[in-house]
T-cell receptor, first 116, second 114 residues
Framework: DAGVTQSPTHLIKTRGQQVTLRCSPK?????VSWYQQALGQGPQFIFQ???????QRGNFPDRFSGHQFPNYSSELNVNALLLGDSALYLC???????????????FGPGTRLLVL | AQSVSQHNHHVILSEAASLELGCNYS??????LFWYVQYPGQHLQLLLKYFSGDPLVKGIKGFEAEFIKSKFSFNLRKPSVQWSDTAEYFCAVMNSGGYQKVTFGTGTKLQVIP
């Protein structure tokens, strides 16, 4: 049973570029959340997707956007990259948003993004 | 808004010493609480969680945590640490109102000296 997978593992971009990160949830999970973990900090919630819709959003600008596909996989897009966007981006999956709100989130290994 | 405070940023212990990592949260409603661990080079893993019931929660690898509602605390404990417990530990809170937004603390780096 594969856990949460993310691709790519590492990425280097320059300021102003755009990046797309990908996540496949754990088998049986249909909710995907994205987090940004800056060096020396705890993960910070970006947004959550369920039924292909963004259900919750943290304090991140509109440059951060996402998408969820019918197979529950998800993408995180960041436009107009800034140096401060350099971080580890984590994907977490869990069970149904409604009806089983107490499902635990399981995390993937992350994508390390470096913006030069 | 919910928030989590972990007051110990870096803890160094010798093997067999007892461990207690502090965690305090701020949220006006009912919460679910978690401790996650991140071993060097590995991804975040769930150590234990509290949703309801017995406030003393036992997790994997001999860890336990106690939820004290009156103190808004969820401290992590282990009676005897091992070198393999060297890792970063994150306390996290999720509101139980049907949303799964999880707020993490800044983490505590634990170094266990053989």
């Amino acid at each position: 049973d594969a856990g949460v997978t993310q691709s790519p593992t590492h990425l280097i971009k320059t300021r102003g570029q755009q990046v797309t990160l990908r996540c496949s949830p754990k088998s049986g999970h249909d909710t995907v959340s994205w987090y940004q973990q800056a060096l020396g900090q705890g993960p910070q919630f970006i947004f959550q997707y369920y039924e292909e819709e963004e259900r919750q959003r943290g304090n991140f600008p509109d440059r951060f956007s996402g998408h969820q596909f019918p197979n529950y996989s998800s993408e995180l897009n960041v436009n107009a990259l800034l140096l401060g966007d350099s971080a580890l981006y984590l994907c977490a999956s869990s069970g149904a948003f409604s009806g089983r709100a107490l499902e635990t989130q399981y995390f993937g290994p992350g994508t390390r993004l470096l913006v030069l | 808004a919910q928030s989590v405070s972990q007051h110990n940023h870096h803890v160094i212990l010798s093997e067999a010493a007892s461990l207690e990592l502090g965690c305090n949260y701020s949220y006006g409603g009912t919460v679910n609480l978690f401790w996650y661990v991140q071993y060097p080079g590995q991804h975040l893993q769930l150590l234990l969680k509290y949703f309801s019931g017995d406030p003393l929660v036992k997790g994997i690898k001999g860890f336990e945590a106690e939820f004290i509602k009156s103190k808004f605390s969820f401290n992590l404990r282990k009676p005897s640490v091992q070198w393999s417990d060297t890792a970063e530990y994150f306390c996290a809170v999720m509101n139980s109102g049907g949303y799964q937004k999880v707020t993490f603390g800044t983490g505590t780096k634990l170094q266990v000296i053989p």
